[in-house]
């Protein structure tokens, strides 16, 4: 398990030391860049060639080459990416105009017809043919794009270099140094032993020590790892504001996992305001319900991105001393963002700040550490199969019955669509190995008429839709304080960092 400690250089004399060896290692970078994606040089023709031309040890020139293959793939996977979301966007505008094209069928058919609708139907036709025109375009240069054999890597970013920003263009492009650590190595690297740093022999060579370097997090799990011989890999960089800070990237054993489904399982359902969670026992029957905050479109960056740990944090913490799994959908949200020129304006807003992505890799970050198991389940029928079966029964919401459903699926147990009519005979056809998701499609239908059917008259000529609370409704309580397990702990379980996610 790989974890990541981040601080701040206080030292007066980083720039001294620092600066120049960025300089230094971002010639050897663009160098390197050139010889072995350009020029298609052999990588051990380009290693021995720079450590002679730069005056590098061989562990530095390792930083160099891991920074180019990330850079590689970070362009690499930007193509597919767009490539893939370009094919979305292409599909969904084909469905636009296949949808305007049947309209303007029927408004010209009908025996007194609208100038007006299939003025405005022809106008929104030739606007999407537009568009369709315009995405085919694009996909056909991301796709030739992809195709090409020297990566389209600009070091320091396009944007200054395009507005001109000559200086602040240079300043980023020599901005960070990459010390690759191995666990054969003194302290896990060879270059840097507690931020005693090993020159290159460019620049003098020799030590020299950076005070003030203090993690505010994971200080006890660098000395751990310092004892323990691993590896550390090191990465300076400098900020916007001048500051340097020094990023410390260690292997972690990972825990033994202890909350597992067979004590239960928490359900998480995502929504665009909030996050449904819903506690299930062993038995699959629900127990708990609470709702979590969650940030929506408009909110600020770092109030977002606190929401959303403080939220991840209160649940796994919550599964960790209960001894439960967490289960949460596993969702390609990229395809929905796709067709958001289809939709209306508030709710394309509300899809693009969804946090779908951020949400689901901050539970990745937080369970392992934790010894929590997560189960990411298909979602499909979820919402359904909640709504049909457990809502009103249960007295729950769309969205806890949406969790219940998906903590259930992750123990593995099964929603059967029983059929309630006396006159139904048993045909051959239900003998068939079929699975049971498609017996709920029938009932997609009768779903929108019955959304809104009045239940209960609670005064006269005024009636009431919400479900009528039964005995079975399980308790709703808010967001839980986290209580230790003195027994787990003993037993040598993980214990849930005390820093947030």
């Keep these: 398990m790989t974890r990541t400690f981040c601080t701040v250089i206080r030292d007066t004399d980083d720039e001294a030391v620092l600066g120049p060896w960025a300089r230094h290692m971002a010639s050897l970078r663009h160098w390197a860049f050139k010889q072995q994606y350009v020029r298609g040089r052999p990588v051990k023709d380009v290693k021995r060639d720079g ?57 010209r058919r009908k025996t007194d017809p609208s100038r007006r609708k299939i003025r405005n139907v022809q106008f929104g036709l030739h606007q999407k043919k537009r568009r369709q025109a315009t995405l085919q375009a694009r996909l056909d240069a991301a796709r030739a794009e992809a195709r090409r054999s020297v990566p389209k890597i600009c070091f320091g970013g396009r944007g200054k270099l395009r507005r001109g920003e000559i200086g602040e263009w240079r300043e980023r492009r020599t901005r960070m140094i990459t010390l690759v650590g191995s666990k054969d190595e003194a302290a ?57 800070q020094a990023n410390a990237t260690i292997e972690e054993p990972a825990p033994a996992v202890t909350a597992t489904t067979r004590a239960g399982t928490i359900g998480l359902d995502l929504n665009v305001e909030h996050v449904a969670v819903m506690v299930v026992d062993r038995y699959g029957n629900a127990v708990e319900r609470w709702s979590e905050p969650f940030p929506t479109a408009g909110t600020d960056t770092n109030e977002a991105a606190a929401m959303i740990g403080d939220a991840v944090k209160r649940i796994v913490d919550a599964a960790w001393a209960r001894g439960m799994a967490v289960a949460c959908e596993n969702l390609d949200f990229q395809q929905k963002k796709a067709g958001l020129h289809n939709v209306s304006k508030h709710h394309a807003r509300r899809l693009s700040g969804f946090e779908y992505t951020q949400f689901h890799a901050r539970l990745a970050a937080r369970w392992g550490r934790c010894g929590v198991e997560l189960h990411a389940v298909n979602p499909a029928y979820s919402s359904l199969i909640g709504e049909k079966k457990y809502a009103r029964g249960l007295n729950l919401t769309r969205h806890h019955a949406a969790a219940l459903v998906l903590a259930r699926r992750a123990m593995g147990y099964g929603e059967r669509l029983v059929c309630m009519r006396r006159d139904a005979l048993v045909s051959a056809a239900q003998h068939e190995a079929r699975h049971v998701w498609p017996r709920w499609r029938g009932a997609r239908p009768r779903r929108s008429r019955e959304t809104h059917r009045p239940t209960a008259t609670s005064a006269p000529g005024r009636t009431r839709t919400g479900a009528a609370r039964r005995s079975r409704a399980c308790a709703v309580a808010s967001p839980p304080a ?4 003195s027994d787990r702990t003993s037993a040598g379980a993980a214990v849930p960092p005390a820093n947030p996610v």
């Design 188 to 244: 896990g690297n060879q270059t840097v032993e507690t931020l005693t740093v090993r020159l290159p022999d460019a620049l003098g060579g020799g030590f020299k020590t950076l005070h003030g370097v203090q993690f505010r997090y994971g200080q006890a799990e660098m000395r751990a790892a310092l004892d323990l011989g691993a590896g550390i890999t090191w990465r300076f960089y400098r900020r916007d504001d001048g500051a340097w």
């Design 51 to 107: 450590i002679a031309r730069f005056g590098v040890s061989a562990r530095q020139f390792n930083g160099i080459r891991f920074d180019l293959d990330q850079a590689v793939n970070s362009w690499r996977g930007q193509i597919d990416h767009r490539v893939k979301d370009l094919a979305d966007q292409l599909k969904h505008a084909g469905k636009a105009v296949t949808r305007l094209e049947r309209k303007l069928q029927d408004e």
């Design 482 to 485: 986290v209580s230790t397990r």
